[in-house]
C-alpha cells in the first residue's frame, strides 16, 4: 500500500506559478496510476490531472489544459503538478491519489489519498 504526503501549496498572485509535490511511500508506487485533484470551500472534490504508472500517457481537465503539467519520476517515488498562468478560480486544497487504473477521473476510482496541500490565488 503507497502512502501520500503532498507538498509545494502556497499563495501566489494571478498569473503566476507552483510546482506541487507527492511523495510517495511504499512498493507499489512505481506500477500506481496517479492523480491530482483539488476541492474548494463548499464544492465537490473534481478531478485536476492523471498520469498512468510509467508517465507516457498524461490526461487533465478541461480547465487546466495547456496550464498544468502532470509528471513524475518514479527514482524519486515522487508525481508532480507544474501549475502555471492561475487564475483565481484554482484556489482549492489539491490532493494527490494512487489508482490501480490508468486515465479515470472520478475519485472513487483512486484507493489511497494525501492529506492536502492548500493552493491560494489572489487577484
Known amino acids: 500500500q503507497v502512502q501520500l504526503v503532498e507538498s509545494g501549496g502556497g499563495l501566489v498572485q494571478a498569473g503566476g506559478s507552483l510546482r506541487l509535490s507527492c511523495a510517495a511511500s511504499g512498493r507499489t508506487f512505481s506500477s500506481s496510476a496517479m492523480g491530482w485533484f483539488r476541492q474548494a470551500p463548499g464544492k465537490e472534490r473534481e478531478f485536476v490531472a492523471a498520469?498512468?504508472?510509467?508517465?507516457?500517457?498524461?490526461y487533465y481537465a478541461v480547465s487546466v489544459r495547456g496550464r498544468f503539467t502532470i509528471s513524475r519520476d518514479n527514482a524519486k517515488n515522487t508525481v508532480y503538478l507544474q501549475m502555471n498562468s492561475l487564475k483565481p478560480e484554482d484556489t482549492a486544497v489539491y490532493y494527490c491519489?494512487?489508482?490501480?487504473?490508468?486515465?479515470?477521473?472520478?475519485?472513487?476510482?483512486?484507493?489511497?489519498w494525501g492529506q492536502g496541500t492548500q493552493v491560494t490565488v489572489s487577484s
Open positions: 491519489a494512487a489508482s490501480g487504473l490508468s486515465g479515470h477521473t472520478a475519485p472513487y476510482n483512486y484507493h489511497t
Open positions: 498520469i498512468n504508472w510509467s508517465g507516457g500517457s498524461t
